[in-house]
C-alpha cells in the first residue's frame, strides 16, 4: 500500500528517464538523500527542467510503495524564490558547483534537520550575495561544509604552523611526504577563510588560480576524509568564471 507524504527537498541532480520522466535526486528536510522519479516532463507535460534547476528548494508532496526504493512524485511549488540563481551566470555556476559536491559527497541518507536548515540559509545567502561577495562564495561554502560534515579544519596556523595538512585536519610545520597538505599560500587561505568575519572572507582578495587551487584542495580534503573519490566537473568553469 503506497503512503503520501508532504516534505521540502533540495535539488542535487537531475537524471532523464526515457523520453518524459526523470529522477530527482535531492536532500529532504528530514530523510536526507532521496531519489524521486516524476513523469510528464518537457513540452507538453506537467513538470518543466526550469523547476529543478540546482539547488531548487522546493516543497513537494510524493508518494512511496514498499515495493520501490523511489520516491514518486504528485505536486511540488518553490519554497524559495531563486531568480538570480538562474539569471546571473556566475550565482548559476557556484549552485551548480556546489550541488554537484553535495551530489558526490552525500552518498547515504543524511537525516539531520540542522544541515538540511543551515543548507537552505546558504541557498539564500548566495541568492541575495552582492557581485562583491560572490567570488569567493563558494570557498567559504567549501570550508563550512567540511565542519558541518565532522570534518572541522582546526586553525593552529602560526609563523611556525603553515601548512595544512589533509590527514590532520591541522596546521604543521612543513609538508610532509607522502601525508598531503595544502601549499603555504593556499593554506593561508584556509586560515582566513576560518578566522576572518564572514564579509572580510567573501571578500578577500584572491586570484582565480588561487580559488581554483583552494577548491580543488577542500574536495581532496572531503575525499580523504569520506574515503572515496570525488570528481567534480564543474570545478573546471567556476576557474574560468572567476579568473
Not at 507524504?5 to 533540495?10: G, L, Q
Not at 537531475?14 to 529532504?28: C, E, N, P, Q, R
Not at 551548480?96 to 540559509?121: A, G, K, P
Not at 563558494?138 to 595538512?165: A, I, K, T, W, Y
Request: neutral net charge.
Amino acid at each position: 500500500m503506497s503512503s503520501v507524504e508532504k516534505s521540502t527537498v533540495v535539488v542535487l541532480h537531475l537524471t532523464k528517464y526515457g523520453d518524459s520522466g526523470a529522477i530527482v535526486h535531492a536532500i529532504d528536510a528530514r530523510a536526507g538523500r532521496v531519489s524521486i522519479f516524476l513523469r510528464g516532463l518537457g513540452k507538453g507535460g506537467k513538470h518543466t527542467l526550469a523547476a529543478f534547476h540546482p539547488l531548487s528548494v522546493l516543497n513537494v508532496v510524493t508518494t512511496s510503495s514498499p515495493k520501490s526504493e523511489l520516491l514518486f512524485l504528485k505536486e511540488h511549488s518553490p519554497a524559495l524564490d531563486l531568480p538570480s540563481l538562474r539569471s546571473d551566470i556566475r550565482k548559476n555556476a557556484i549552485a551548480i558547483f556546489i550541488s554537484e559536491v553535495l551530489y558526490r559527497s552525500i552518498l547515504h541518507d543524511l537525516s539531520d534537520t540542522q544541515f538540511f536548515t543551515w543548507l537552505c540559509e546558504t541557498i539564500a545567502e548566495l541568492e541575495d550575495a552582492s557581485e562583491e561577495e560572490i567570488a569567493n562564495f563558494h570557498l567559504l561554502f567549501m570550508v563550512n561544509l567540511c565542519s558541518r560534515m565532522g570534518f572541522l579544519p582546526s586553525d593552529s596556523q602560526s609563523d611556525q604552523n603553515r601548512f595544512f595538512e589533509i590527514a590532520t585536519a591541522s596546521f604543521v610545520p612543513k609538508a610532509n611526504i607522502p601525508s598531503p597538505t595544502f601549499d603555504a599560500d593556499i593554506s593561508l587561505i584556509m586560515h582566513n577563510l576560518l578566522s576572518l568575519p564572514r564579509a572580510e572572507a567573501l571578500r578577500l582578495p584572491l586570484s582565480g588560480k588561487q580559488r581554483g587551487t583552494f577548491c580543488k584542495k577542500c574536495v581532496d580534503f572531503l575525499s580523504y576524509h569520506l574515503g572515496i573519490k570525488i570528481d567534480v566537473k564543474s570545478l573546471a568553469v567556476l576557474h574560468d568564471l572567476f579568473y
